[in-house]
């Protein structure tokens, strides 16, 4: 162009430097926003969270907490998936760098029973968010449950794994196993959590180790009133432990 730029004219190198500062401090403060939130509703639950609540806690405007998240219920999906997201890292991501089979759904399970540990005093969002929203339906309610179920997911196709290479009797239910590990998590975080019971975590690994027992060498618990499958081995039958992976 033949005529001269106007003295403010920036080049578009320097505009585009400048734009990205303006979304990387965006995503700072955004992600601030959500550290504050998290610990909020840890306190308080999901239901806790507010627009309001946030800018006293973060010394923002509500105007400046609004223009990252847009309404309440977008904000506490976006602490729900916060929350799934670490959870993830903390709990199976480390899991799944152990051997298939039952060295990986013990991770599974430890990994999960030290995440409850850390949160006696603050609380675990998965459980307290059921206890909200269990009959209150919505896109909160669906995204909390969406999270829950996929975690229950990983653990199924972990136990099925375990079935596939031999750890665990073939006439295993994975969803039954899933249902009683998740029920020694409910009843470590009822026991930690409200009973304060100082021996809450060993006993929920003594039960997980129970269970293991029950799944390799036990009887299979059949229905009232139905018999057992024919050819799994009676209680107290001689059979050897399987050999550690």
């Known amino acids: 162009m033949s005529h001269a730029l106007p003295q403010e004219a920036k080049p578009a190198a320097d505009v585009a430097r400048e734009r990205g500062r303006g979304a990387h401090k965006g995503q700072q403060t955004r992600a601030a926003i959500l550290e504050a939130a ?79 540990a850390t949160e006696i005093d603050s609380g675990c969002i998965y459980i307290s968010g059921a ?36 750890h665990l009797r073939p006439d295993t239910d994975p969803m039954q196993m899933q249902f009683e590990i998740h029920g020694l998590i409910l009843a470590l975080h009822h026991d930690a959590r409200f009973l304060r019971s100082v021996g809450a975590v060993d006993r929920a690994r003594t039960a997980f180790e129970r269970l293991i027992q029950h799944y390799t060498l036990g009887t ?24 550690p992976v």
């Open 38 to 116: 998290l610990s909020l509703a840890s306190q308080m639950g999901i239901e806790g969270l507010s627009i309001g609540a946030l800018a006293e806690v973060t010394g923002m405007s509500k105007s400046g907490v609004f223009a990252h998240f847009g309404s309440r219920e977008e904000l506490q999906i976006s602490v729900i998936r916060e929350y799934h997201e670490r959870f993830e890292e903390e709990v199976f991501v480390p899991a799944i760098r152990q051997p298939r089979g039952l060295p990986r759904l013990r991770a599974l399970f430890e990994n999960w029973v030290v995440k409850v």
């Open 220 to 243: 299979a618990v059949a229905p009232s009133g139905q018999a057992s499958p024919s050819g799994v081995a009676a209680a107290g039958s001689a059979k050897a432990p399987l050999a």
């Open 131 to 166: 206890v909200e929203f269990d009959d209150r339906p919505g896109p909160v309610r669906d995204a909390l449950a969406g999270m829950v179920v996929t975690w229950h997911g990983s653990l199924v196709r972990a136990i099925r794994m375990a079935m596939e290479m031999g």
